[in-house]
C-alpha cells in the first residue's frame, strides 16, 4: 500500500514561511513525479508545483519566484518550501504522488496566511 503523509501546515504573517514535507511509504524513485497541489474553500484544486523523477521542476504562475519544490531520496521525502507567504495562499495542501498511471494523494494539511 502506497501512503503519502504530509506535514508541516500551520498559520503564517503575511510575508512569513512555511516549509512543507511529504513521506513516502515507499522509494520516492519509483514515482515518476511527486507534485503539490491546494484546494482553497470554494474554489477547484490546483496544482502548485511538480518536480519529476529527474529533477525536473514545473511552478504555477502564482508561486514562481516564492515557492520551491525539493527532494530528499535517502528520506523518502519531498519539500515545499513557501516563503513570501501571501492572504491568497491559504488553502488545504496535498502531496501528489504519480506511480505508472496511478495517482496517490496525501491526506492535506492546512496553510493560513494571516495577520
Known amino acids: 500500500q502506497v501512503q503519502l503523509v504530509e506535514s508541516g501546515g500551520g498559520l503564517a504573517q503575511p510575508g512569513g514561511s512555511l516549509r512543507l514535507s511529504c513521506v513516502t511509504s515507499r522509494s520516492i524513485f519509483n514515482f515518476n513525479a511527486m507534485g503539490w497541489y491546494r484546494q482553497a474553500p470554494g474554489k477547484q484544486r490546483e496544482v502548485v508545483a511538480v518536480?519529476?523523477?529527474?529533477?525536473?521542476?514545473n511552478y504555477a504562475d502564482f508561486v514562481k519566484g516564492r515557492f520551491t519544490i525539493s527532494r530528499d531520496n535517502a528520506k523518502n521525502t519531498a519539500y515545499l518550501q513557501m516563503d513570501s507567504l501571501k492572504p491568497e495562499d491559504t488553502a488545504v495542501y496535498y502531496c501528489?504522488?504519480?506511480?505508472?498511471?496511478?495517482?496517490?494523494w496525501g491526506q492535506g494539511t492546512q496553510v493560513t496566511v494571516s495577520s
Open positions: 518536480m519529476t523523477r529527474g529533477g525536473d521542476t
Open positions: 501528489n504522488g504519480h506511480w505508472g498511471s496511478t495517482n496517490y
